[in-house]
């Protein structure tokens, strides 16, 4: 952690400036952007399924989700100290609507360049809210971790000055605990995946990830079908980057800079490789932080580069700036004792918070993979015998593979919730994911915001007659057969069985969990 005194304008680069108390201009806007562009994408995804997720009509209307929370925990006051999101003040489909809407349009002002701690705070807090009252939906690792790293940023930035170059210097100790973060996030994943499961051990986990990961994407096909000498040397990198790199995320500037360098590009491996929604790209946001701005200068425009050197000339030190940031980060290290032990701990749990506001949070993914993969897939008929015999049309999900000649599409750094939470129920039962009745039961009357959860509608004229689940076992075929082929699949059981808008229990179930009057 280097601290400069001069810029010098030497190979196109930022050395030191006279005066500057950091070196750290140019990753601050980069990492501001970064984190604009996912808060961006994560509230479109709100806009576009929100409503049909949680609203008044949708799988899991969150006023039935804000009540019962309110009477486990005594009162709504009580509720909105565990749970702190704004939809506890108001929370119809409008204001559902209203809450992403703003989010989309201030992140876009961050990608543009324009942030300061008011603007990131907002933010914050808006996402903040969605993942708090967003239940399975937003049950996620990258939620809670999108919230650490949005509260972060906030204190990169000058209370009120939003140009993407301030006077003010970002602070060295959030520079820091961004660093921190990137440990933590990597060191967690390592240890669950070494704890977790022998195929990391091994070094076979490889050989079936790319198959049976929630989204597979285009390419996840080539990378399964690489020979099996490179799959294990793709677990080695992997530990590399999660059990090695993250140490030297605190090293002098050579140490810092490789260790930046392998856990980015581990990442833009696994964007390439599958449809991880924006974990990856907001995993990134922290490991920004190992670079400098001599790393910056180098690849980033001219113009840009100047405008630093100019923003750090002109630089006006902020004592209440400076005080704030070391009072965060005494904040983050306190917050940050549970989550350490717990990855030291043979008992290590994954994606958990330990405080109400998610500011310091245990990571980790894939402890364990699967063998196989399982997707159930809705198909509804219009026939009146709900047999083996029926004419079964299934509906379409807009990422998750149903039709075995359809490449999979690239969904990432977008997120179909729904096509993530059946990737889950594929490996329970309905008892375990009640919310799929209600989901049959909308789709038994054509309800216009679950249908638009999948790619179509089969029974676009008329609601169908019986809605089934299957649980199919698929696998990758191979590359270049000549029926044309991505998926083998074989019907493994009926995971729930032919049901029509007119069964008792199913109405009943619905009626006792207020899902219909």
């Not at 500037?253 to 907001?282: D, E, K, P, Y």
Request: net charge positive; aromatic share 14%.
């Amino acid at each position: 952690m280097e601290v400069k005194n001069d810029i010098e304008r030497s190979q196109g680069r930022i050395t030191s400036v006279a005066g500057s108390p950091s070196t750290y201009w140019l990753t601050r806007f980069v990492i501001l952007r970064l984190l604009g562009v996912v808060y961006a994408v994560a509230f479109l995804a709100a806009i576009n399924q929100i409503i049909p997720l949680i609203g008044a009509d949708g799988l899991l209307p969150i006023g039935i989700f804000l009540r019962q929370a309110s009477a486990s925990l005594g009162s709504t006051g009580a509720g909105f100290l565990r749970l702190p999101s704004i939809f506890w003040l108001w929370h119809s489909d409008t204001a559902l609507l209203t809450v992403a809407w703003v989010g989309f349009l201030l992140s876009c002002a961050v990608v543009a360049g324009y942030a300061n701690a008011l603007l990131l705070a907002a933010l914050w807090f808006l996402y903040m809210s969605f993942v708090h009252a967003g239940q399975d939906w937003y049950g996620y690792g990258w939620e809670i971790q999108l919230t650490e790293t949005g509260f972060l940023a906030i204190f990169l930035c000058p209370l009120l000055d939003m140009r993407p170059f301030p006077r003010r210097a970002p602070p060295i100790a959030i520079i820091v605990l961004f660093r921190w973060l990137i440990f933590r996030i990597m060191l967690g994943s390592g240890l669950i995946k070494w704890r977790g499961d022998n195929i990391w051990r091994d070094g076979t986990a490889l050989y079936y990830h790319f198959e049976t990961q929630p989204l597979p994407g285009p390419l996840s096909r080539w990378f399964h079908f690489l020979p099996r000498a490179v799959l294990k040397i793709g677990v080695f990198f992997n530990f590399l980057a999660e059990l090695v790199a993250p140490w030297f995320a605190f090293w002098p500037r050579v140490g810092r800079h490789i260790a930046g360098l392998v856990i980015v590009l581990f990442q833009f491996t696994i964007i390439l490789s599958g449809n991880l929604s924006f974990l990856n790209w907001l995993t990134i946001i922290p490991a920004l932080a190992c670079f400098d701005d001599s790393f910056w200068a180098r690849l980033l425009p001219r113009a840009v580069v100047r405008k630093a050197e100019a923003a750090a000339n002109r630089t006006e030190p902020s004592r209440p700036m400076l005080v704030t940031s070391w009072v965060v980060a005494a904040v983050v290290a306190l917050l940050s004792v549970q989550p350490a032990l717990n990855m030291v701990s043979p008992g290590q749990i994954m994606n958990t918070s330990f405080d109400p506001l998610d500011l310091v949070n245990t990571y980790g993914a894939f402890g364990t993979v699967g063998q196989e993969r399982l997707n159930v897939v809705f198909e509804g008929t219009m026939d009146e015998k709900p047999g083996d015999s029926a004419n079964w049309k299934p509906y379409i999900y807009k990422g998750l593979p149903v039709l075995l000649d359809s490449k999979p599409p690239q969904i990432a750094p977008y997120q179909l919730r729904l096509d993530w939470q059946m990737w889950f129920a594929s490996m329970s039962s309905p008892d375990e994911y009640p919310w799929t009745l209600n989901l049959v039961w909308k789709l038994l009357h054509n309800n216009a915001g679950a249908v638009s959860l999948f790619a179509g509608n089969p029974f676009a004229d008329k609601p169908p007659r019986y809605i089934r689940a299957v649980l199919y076992r698929y696998s990758f075929a191979t590359p270049g057969n000549t029926q044309g082929l991505w998926w083998n699949r074989a019907q493994v059981s009926i995971w729930i069985p032919a049901i029509s808008a007119q069964n008792p229990s199913l109405i009943k179930f619905l009626q006792s969990e207020g899902w219909v009057p």
